[in-house]
């Protein structure tokens, strides 16, 4: 199985959020904590078993710089990388 770090996108496979796409920002045991920007905010992320995400093969550098050195990230900037994906 391939590891799912800070900063991925990420798909659901399951739930009402079925393959929406999301970004980690946090990871403790079994759960992602992911957000969108949108209804899923950084200060509210939504937790999932890792078994319920499907990892893409995208990554989110400047996210994942600012999330490992504890720095601010914005709901928007968020929104603004998954809205420039192209993930069907």
Not at 12 to 20: A, I, P, S
């Amino acid at each position: 199985m391939l590891e799912i770090n800070v900063g991925d996108v990420v798909q659901t496979v399951c739930g009402r959020d079925k393959f929406q796409p999301f970004v980690v920002v946090k990871i403790e045991g079994d759960f992602a904590f992911l957000a969108n920007g949108k209804n899923r905010t950084i200060n509210n992320p939504k937790a999932k078993k890792l078994k319920h995400v499907r990892l893409t093969s995208i990554k989110i550098d400047t996210i994942r710089n600012k999330l490992q050195n504890h720095e601010r990230v914005l709901d928007s900037e968020i929104r603004k990388a998954i809205d420039n994906l192209n993930i069907i």
